[in-house]
DNA sequence: GCTATTTGCCAAAACGTTTTAGGTGGCTAT
DNA sequence: ATAGCCACCTAAAACGTTTTGGCAAATAGC
């Protein structure tokens, strides 16, 4: 096989010939002009050609060409995930959780997701290739870090994107996010007000910005109860850690004052409820819930307090806002996911009845 | 908002206009043709001719139309993956796995994945969209029930699909599938060698096939043995069940009689341990693994005899059969996945090493 | 009854490529 | 010298839509 075509190579071809609206028109007896419009539901077309063209069109099996609708008039219904293809992350089981709101949003909206991967170096080129040439209307972006080159690229480029997660320039683009902050300072003060004076933090990677606004809610409680750092011992799962929760659970109780721990995902609480119990401690424990769907959870429900939000929810949001952008040209906007509050009935829960004071609203 | 546009009325615009194949031919006083050979490495264009060109393009920074190409060649170097929207198959974390391996070979092959979802009533819908709008070159199918309706689809409209797992027509298209028949076999003889005679098998739900060729692997083995039905009890997960290897687990130590138990997954099996200590019986485990990359599962590699092989190679050779197809418009073929053993140390696993009898091949 | 407007339709251009079907000029062989 | 060939290049058609600009007939306004 030489890899410099002849000019008389034959490449592979395609499917045979469709319907085209030529052939409607032909059979009809009218221009293709009015075909189009009459499909596409122009007001100038009469009523009673806008049916023959319809019933024609059912009649003869017509389906528009994709890529000739594409080709003029610039526009895809598609949507870009560029998943960046780390060993783990690839297959984190919150894309799939968040992916799954998305497909379900892009069905609505009648779009189709263009998922590619790649290795982090190389994740770029292929933002460049879909900027360039024309295969996708907008981008989503995941798992943000603090002054992410992918946003910076597509800022320049001015193309709809839209972020799950937030960072320095959110103030510039569409946004969906969950509470981070306020989640964990509430959390935090829970705790606190519950009497809990020595706190492990079992945080993400801080590399992301979700892991760095939990650590930040968390240290703002604390300083806000008028306790000094010494009250928290914050230990991060960076990135091909296996079984992050049991290891940090147990290297956080080494500390015998430790009464209380929080977790970042309920999957690390459950992992780091082994070491507990193989510790023989009595721990109070609270999580964030992410609630993911193929795993069911519920087992755990009575031993952990935790503030639950739905991925899926968030990956729909992402896509209603990337709609917005595209399709009514609307400017972009934040948008918090709502989270639910389950402490556990032995736990004095009226500090999650308490606004938060008006300079923690945020991060 | 008017769901009838106006002849006047403004649709949203892409982008701006980009460097096109004419402007490289007027910069450089030479046709389009010319060009465009140039660009696709044709033979009857002038090596010097042919390097001025690229180096105009790399420094106009021309990136081809994809949509004019697909238009003309009617090949779009995407491929369709259409996930079954039940609110767990969803995010099934074997599905992610597996996509992992497709975007890489996807990457690969510099083809990109066209991912949409609906429920299962609707999903043939998206399928006859994608047929017949130009949108795909071709199409993976993901777990097969018998007499599979999507196969059916593809088979009549004569498209290039590959199927991961394998049902009644397999002969008819390409598919790439773990032995799941001989891997069963094998753990099944395992045990028997090893004296236990009566087992449990906790399998998935056998309305897919690749649960029912499990089953027959386990069937057969106990037929070869000399056992009768009575040595084994089926009890299948289906589909909406959380934490299904505790709770049939559970069901399946009432027969005290049990002393081996087969699990269909690993993470069953991690679930069903549970419930072995919680009985606090003594029960040798085999299991099938598959690798999912985002849990570590090697706190578990020394309680279980394993047989393992990987979603992800699954899914890349899915993509590469594809190409076959596609480019090289190669005849479908079926590929296995290979498996690797991880026997317990104690047991006796000489019986691992014998070929399969020749009328145990396959199902 | 005449003009102005609206209604319903259309021819042609445009989108950005690939492919078809050559054409030209120089070299080789006779 | 001339036929034949080869190396290099090109004009025009094609892919299947949407959009532009307009035109003719019917209706409305007076």
């Not at 539901?41 to 069109?57: H, I, M, P, Q, W």
């Not at 799950?164 to 300072?185: L, M, Q, T």
């Amino acid at each position: 096989m030489s890899n410099t075509p002849k000019r008389d190579d034959i490449r592979p071809s395609g499917p045979k010939r469709n319907v085209t609206i030529k052939d409607l028109a032909a059979e009809l007896g009218l221009s293709i002009t009015t075909i189009s419009r009459a499909l596409n539901g122009y007001s100038d077309v009469g009523e009673k050609t806008r049916k023959r063209v319809a019933e024609a069109a059912g009649k003869m099996g017509y389906r528009p060409n994709r890529n000739a609708q594409r080709l003029v008039t610039r526009r895809t219904h598609n949507i870009a995930w560029v998943q960046s293809d780390n060993d783990r992350k690839f297959v984190d089981p919150h894309f799939v959780e968040v992916m799954a709101g998305v497909l379900r949003g892009a069905r609505a909206g009648n779009y189709d997701i263009v998922l590619s991967g790649d290795t982090p170096d190389r994740e770029l080129a292929i933002y460049d290739r879909y900027v360039n040439d024309n295969s996708v209307d907008g981008f989503i972006v995941d798992l943000p870090r603090e002054d992410d080159p992918r946003i910076s690229y597509l800022l320049d480029m001015q193309r709809p994107f839209v972020v799950h997660g937030r960072e320095a320039r959110s103030a510039r683009y569409g946004w969906v996010d969950v509470d981070n902050y306020g989640n964990f300072y509430s959390l935090t003060r829970l705790l606190i007000a519950n009497g809990h004076r020595h706190i492990a933090f079992i945080n993400g990677d801080e590399h992301f910005t979700y892991a760095l606004h939990r650590r930040h809610g968390v240290r703002d409680a604390l300083a806000d109860s008028g306790l000094s750092a010494d009250s928290i011992t914050v230990l991060n799962a960076v990135h091909p850690m296996g079984n992050a929760g049991f290891k940090l659970t147990t290297l956080a109780l080494d500390d015998r004052r430790i009464s209380a721990i929080i977790y970042s995902s309920t999957l690390m609480a459950v992992e780091g409820n082994g070491a507990i119990q193989r510790a023989g401690r009595k721990v109070e424990v609270a999580t964030m819930d992410d609630e993911l769907h193929y795993l069911d959870l519920s087992p755990f429900a009575d031993q952990f307090s935790f503030v639950r939000s739905s991925l899926r929810e968030a990956g729909a949001a992402l896509v209603a806002e990337l709609f917005r952008q595209c399709e009514n040209g609307a400017a972009p906007s934040g948008h918090t996911v709502p989270s639910t509050w389950h402490p556990l009935p032995h736990l004095d829960a009226s500090v999650l009845e308490q606004p938060l004071p008006p300079n923690r609203r945020g991060t």
